[in-house]
Each structure stands twice: as C-alpha cells, then as structure tokens.
T-cell receptor, first 116, second 108 residues
Framework: SQTIHQWPATLVQPVGSPLSLECTVE??????LYWYRQAAGRGLQLLFY??????ISSEVPQNLSASRPQDRQFILSSKKLLLSDSGFYLC???????????????FGQGTRLTVV | KNEVEQSPQNLTAQEGEFITINCSYS?????LHWLQQHPGGGIVSLFM???GKKKHGRLIATINIQEKHSSLHITASHPRDSAVYIC??????????FGTGTSLTVIP
C-alpha cells in the first residue's frame, strides 16, 4: 500500500532562518506531488506541484521554493523565513501520468510552522 | 471568486442529527473529492466521485454535474464526526482546487 511521510510535525523558527520540510511517498512510482499551505481560517492553497524529478511548478509568488531530487521525495525550502510564512503545510500525492484520470489525493499529516 | 465554494462555513449539530454540507464549483472537473481534516491537521480522503452518489457507512456524497453541485450528508451524527470537511475538485491535469472547509461540531 502507498504511504506518505511528512516531517517534522511542528516547527518553531526565528525570522530570517532557513526552512526545509521533507515529504516522501512509498509504494508508488512517478506520483504527482503537491505542497499546500493552510493559513489560519483559510482553505488549502496550492504552493507547488511536481509531475516528475526536477519538474516544479509554482502557483503563487512567495518566499518559498520546492525541489524534487528523487521520484518520491519532495522538499519545501526557504532561505530566510518571514513571519507571514507561518501556517500549516501539507504534502500530498496523486497518481501521475498523462492518462491517469480521477485519482484520489493522499495527504501527509502536515507541519505546523510558527515563525517567531 | 474561489473555484470551489462550500456552505456553511461552520455547523453545530446535536448528536443524532442529519447533517448536510454543500459544495459548488465553477470549473470543469474530472472528479470531486470530499476530505476530512481532524484537529491534529491530518487529512483523509472520504470520497472521490464523478457522478451520482456514493455511500460509506453513515456518510453519503452526491454530485450533480449539470448544476456543478455536490453535497455531503452525515446520518445519525456523532461527536467523533466533529472535524473540518473540505470539498475539492480535480481536473484532467490532476490539479486540485479546494474549498475553505466546513467546521462541524457535533454536541453530545
């Protein structure tokens, strides 16, 4: 069966410090991978998605970047955190491939980031 | 305007009540998803549907493609159903759009 791991679960970082959140998927290959942010009282906002190694699409301009060094590894990073980067970050995967339709999305447990 | 709109935003019900959460969308979709997010933050997929109706235990999801509308029903609600319920749609490119969620509290 497929599983998704995301860590850490909580993180408190000072303004200006770097960030690295990691997400790995097991039990599937060539997944579509997603990073979402959920700000307090708001819905999920897509930050980045990737359809393959080294292929990253950004949905909104921001202080964050993403990388996919391996097929089932997705990393969310920042060189210098801002207060506004605080929020709940979720990694998700869905079956990839141009001919794949109607697939479910599977979510990690999330990382609650507080920038102080 | 968001691609996916949910109502109500907040819902409080007495245990045993029948609950309905509504979702409307404005984009072309391949599938509609109902997700459940518990207080700890983890999200679980409840349903994925592209037509008709699906049932799982006390949960029922329906979709009307022509009206671009879906409903999630919970029969005989229980306090453990308390969570945020999120409607999402996905397109043929497997891109997802999410509603802002409905926060449900079921009181014993």
């Amino acid at each position: 069966s497929q599983t998704i791991h995301q860590w850490p679960a909580t993180l408190v970082q000072p303004v200006g410090s770097p960030l690295s959140l990691e997400c790995t998927v097991e039990g599937t290959s060539n997944p579509n991978l997603y990073w979402y942010r959920q700000a307090a009282g708001r819905g999920l906002q897509l930050l980045f998605y990737s359809v393959g190694i080294g292929q990253i699409s950004s949905e909104v301009p921001q202080n964050l970047s993403a990388s996919r060094p391996q097929d089932r590894q997705f990393i969310l990073s920042s060189k210098k955190l801002l207060l506004s980067d605080s929020g709940f970050y979720l990694c998700a995967w869905a079956k990839g491939g141009a001919r794949i339709r109607n697939t479910e999305a599977f979510f990690g447990q999330g990382t609650r980031l507080t920038v102080v | 305007k968001n691609e996916v709109e949910q109502s109500p935003q907040n819902l409080t019900a007495q245990e045993g009540e029948f609950i309905t959460i509504n979702c409307s969308y404005s984009v072309g979709i391949s599938a509609l998803h109902w997700l459940q997010q518990h207080p700890g933050g983890g999200i679980v997929s409840l349903f994925m549907l592209s037509s008709g109706k699906k049932k799982h235990g006390r949960l029922i999801a329906t979709i009307n493609i022509q009206e671009k509308h879906s409903s999630l029903h919970i029969t005989a609600s229980h306090p453990r159903d308390s969570a945020v319920y999120i409607c999402a749609v996905s397109n043929t490119g497997n891109q997802f759009y999410f509603g802002t969620g409905t926060s449900l509290t079921v009181i014993p």
